[in-house]
């Protein structure tokens, strides 16, 4: 600490000189050498006192790249595809442009819900998020870390829900096709020979009426189970989707035109609602409407023997922009217990049932990158939601 005085005693020193008589060359330069000493002394102060204040003085050159790798690795970091937080002190910290999404309207039902389970998550492991889209399958990944001794957790939820949806879609598509190609090749030499041996029958002398009966039951047989067989090949060779912006206006006037008669005559009334007149979809609208239908079949044989039969359809924007198209009706909903079950193909809630409807429904909605859900609303009945 002897610099200080030393620079300032210096300093005094060349001030006083400076203000006495008129001085010569040589004085002025005994004024400057001072001056020059007082700066030299005092110059290593600089450091020192950047130090103390917490401030790490760097080459000018450094400086610039430095900040650019900073904002490279921030861009990056909030454009991953995944929600990341930190947690500091019972914070959570949104660190990704997901995670924010996720917070905000139109992501999940109950911001609050979502960060109590951020803060209170002990372990990695699977989570179950009610979101504008319905529940949601994420996977959470906790870190533990300690930053300048103050300790600290990174969250991280990845999706799963649309992955593990296309995977058991593509399981049972492979199924179907498996099945097809197995139940053709044997449904093929049995039609054939029963067809051969009844025109041999009919060439030949009249044979016993038991052989023909025999005959004519494996040739009905053979072509029940091709028709069976041809029904379930329409599960997984939908053809893909051209996407168009689709006037849901335009479609629902025309899906009224179809069944509301039907629903009169039942003594009942099939209602369709759009929450704005200029709703537009981009969809294939030709897919679209064959999903309605089968959902609208499934809703008008549920309310079979009803007095007052009702259906409502209706579309509406959510937070978050998303397009939301409803079918519900007034009948004695899904048993409790297959929630899970009534998209699987050859899967039916109802006695003679074939269990395709709600799959091609699935797969369709999917196809044009939405989502199909049960949902099981307050005043009875069911409701499919489909969400794009």
């Known amino acids: 600490m002897w610099r200080l005085p030393v620079a300032a005693l210096a300093w005094f020193v060349a001030g006083a000189l400076a203000q006495g008589a008129a001085w010569g060359a040589r004085g002025w330069v005994g ?226 035109q179809a069944v509301a008669p039907a629903w009169a005559a039942r003594g009942g009334q099939a209602q369709f609602e759009l929450a704005t007149p200029s709703l537009r979809l981009n969809a294939d609208a030709a897919q679209l409407e064959q999903a309605l239908l089968a959902l609208l079949s499934n809703a008008e044989q549920a309310t079979q023997g009803l007095r007052e039969p009702r259906l409502w359809v209706g579309a509406r924007l959510t937070r978050g922009g998303r397009l939301q198209i409803s079918v519900r009706d007034n009948g004695p909903g899904v048993p409790a217990g297959l929630e899970h079950k009534i998209f699987l193909p050859f899967f039916s809630a109802r006695e003679g049932g074939q269990g395709i409807g709600l799959t091609v429904v699935r797969q369709l909605v999917h196809g044009m990158g939405g989502r199909a859900r049960h949902v099981r609303p307050i005043e009875g009945g069911a409701a499919f939601v489909l969400s794009f």
Do not use: Y
């Not at 109950?110 to 949601?136: C, D, F, H, W, Y």
């Open 31 to 256: 004024v400057l050498a001072l001056v020059g000493l007082g700066i030299a002394v005092a110059w290593p102060l600089r450091h020192a006192l950047a130090s103390r204040a917490g401030v790490q003085p760097l080459p000018p050159e450094i400086l610039p790249r430095d900040v650019s790798c900073a904002n490279l690795v921030q861009a990056q970091l909030e454009h991953l595809p995944v929600a990341a937080w930190s947690l500091v002190d019972g914070r959570a910290l949104a660190l990704t442009s997901r995670a924010r999404r996720l917070a905000a309207p139109g992501g999940v039902r109950e911001r609050e819900t979502l960060l109590r389970l951020l803060r209170t998550a002990k372990a990695s492991g699977p989570v179950l998020l009610e979101t504008e889209r319905g529940s949601e399958r994420w996977q959470l990944q906790r870190q533990p870390l300690s930053l300048d001794g103050k300790a600290q957790a990174l969250l991280v939820l990845v999706p799963l829900e649309s992955e593990l949806e296309q995977e058991s879609m593509l399981a049972w598509q492979q199924l179907v096709n498996v099945l097809t190609h197995e139940i053709m090749g044997s449904l093929t030499p049995i039609k054939s020979l029963s067809q051969t041996a009844l025109t041999l029958l009919d060439e030949t002398a009249r044979g016993p009426d038991e052989l023909r009966t025999a005959l004519t039951a494996i040739a009905e047989r053979a072509q029940g189970l091709g028709a069976f067989v041809r029904t379930f090949r329409r599960v997984s060779q939908w053809p893909a989707p051209q996407l168009e912006a689709v006037d849901l206006r335009a479609l629902f006037l025309r899906l009224s």
